[in-house]
C-alpha cells in the first residue's frame, strides 16, 4: 500500500457504530512532515486521479458520487478548485445545494439530489447534499416545519431514525446499481473557522463569501457537531464510507480528499475497453481509408 493510500485509509469509516468526533483532531497533518511534501504527493495523486477519471470516462460502467459535507468556511470550494482542477471536465459535474425551492419542498428530501445524480463514467461532487437533512433541518426544527410533511410524519419522533435508514437504503441501492459513493466530512475547529471568517472580512474580493448569518450559526456548534455525529454514526456502510477529513490545515485536506478518490478509482478495478474483432476491423478499414487518400 502507497503512503497516499495508507493516508486515505487513517480516516476513512466503514462502520459508525463506535464513531465519536471528539476522537479526530482537526489540525492533525497524520505523517505528513511538510506542506512542501504534501503538495508533492497531491500532485502524485492528481496523475493517478486523471488516469483513473480517463478509464472510468472510457469505461462508461461505473459512476462516482462525492459528497462533500462541513462547517462554514470548511474549505469546500477550493477543494473542489485544486483536487478536480485536472480532471476532464466532460467527464464531472459539481452540484451546490443551497436552501430548497417551492418545487423541490414539493418532493420528498432525496427528490433533489436524485435528479443531479451522475451518469455511467462520470465523477459528481455535491457541495452539500441530502445529508442537510438530517444537520441543519435537525439543528433548526422550524425548517423542517416548512418541508410540507402530513403532519404525523413530521411529529414523529423517530422521524430522524427514519431518514438515517432511508439513506442507508438509498446509497445502497445507488452502490448496487454502479455508483460508487464516497463522503467526506471536513472537519474543522471553531477556532480555525473564526480566522477564516475574519480573513473574509478583511479581503474585499472575499467580502461577498461571508453573510451574517454565518456568525449566527457559530452559536450553534455544538448542535452541529452532535448532528454530524450522529448522522456519521448511523450512515457510515462499506458501501457509503465516511472520511473524516482534518480541515484546519487547507493543504492537508485536498491531499487527504485527493488520496481517497484515486483508492475509489483504484478498488474499482477501471480499464480501458478492449477492441473486439469486429471494432478491430472498423480501425484497420479506417486507417486504410485514411492512407489512401492523397495529399
Not at 69 to 83: E, F, N, P, R, T
Not at 176 to 188: D, Q, W, Y
Request: charge should be neutral; charged fraction near 35%; hydrophobic fraction near 35%.
Amino acid at each position: 500500500m502507497s503512503k497516499i493510500q495508507k493516508l486515505a485509509a487513517r480516516y476513512r469509516i466503514d462502520n459508525g457504530k463506535k464513531f465519536r468526533l471528539k476522537d479526530f483532531d482537526p489540525a492533525d497533518t497524520g505523517s505528513i512532515a511538510s506542506e512542501d511534501e504534501a503538495k508533492d504527493l497531491l500532485q502524485q495523486g492528481l496523475e493517478r486521479l486523471r488516469d483513473g477519471q480517463e478509464k472510468l470516462h472510457a469505461q462508461e460502467e461505473w459512476a462516482v458520487l462525492l459528497i462533500l459535507q462541513g462547517m462554514d468556511a470548511g474549505g469546500k470550494d477550493s477543494l473542489i478548485k485544486h483536487v478536480m482542477s485536472g480532471v476532464n471536465p466532460t467527464g464531472c459535474e459539481v452540484f451546490s445545494f443551497k436552501q430548497p425551492s417551492d418545487e423541490e419542498l414539493r418532493h420528498d428530501f432525496l427528490w433533489r439530489s436524485n435528479v443531479r445524480l451522475p451518469e455511467r463514467g462520470r465523477i459528481g461532487i455535491f457541495n452539500r447534499s441530502y445529508y442537510e437533512e438530517v444537520l441543519v433541518v435537525r439543528v433548526h426544527p422550524a425548517v423542517l416545519a416548512n418541508e410540507k410533511l402530513p403532519k404525523p410524519l413530521a411529529n414523529d419522533k423517530k422521524i430522524w431514525k427514519h431518514r438515517f435508514e432511508d439513506i442507508c437504503a438509498y446509497e445502497r441501492y445507488l452502490a448496487r446499481n454502479g455508483t460508487a459513493i464516497r463522503k467526506f466530512f471536513l472537519n474543522l475547529s471553531l477556532e480555525e473557522q473564526k480566522k477564516r471568517f475574519l480573513a473574509r472580512l478583511d479581503t474585499p474580493s472575499k467580502n461577498w463569501k461571508f453573510s451574517e448569518s454565518d456568525v449566527e450559526e457559530r452559536r450553534f456548534w455544538p448542535e452541529y457537531c452532535d448532528a454530524y455525529e450522529q448522522a456519521i454514526r448511523h450512515t457510515a456502510t462499506p458501501d457509503a464510507p465516511w472520511y473524516i477529513v482534518p480541515a484546519d490545515h487547507k493543504w492537508f485536506t485536498q491531499l487527504v480528499v485527493a488520496a481517497a478518490i484515486v483508492d475509489t478509482l483504484d478498488e474499482l478495478g477501471l480499464a480501458y475497453p478492449k477492441v473486439t474483432g469486429q471494432k478491430r476491423k472498423e480501425l484497420d478499414a479506417a486507417r486504410k481509408a485514411l492512407e489512401a487518400e492523397k495529399s
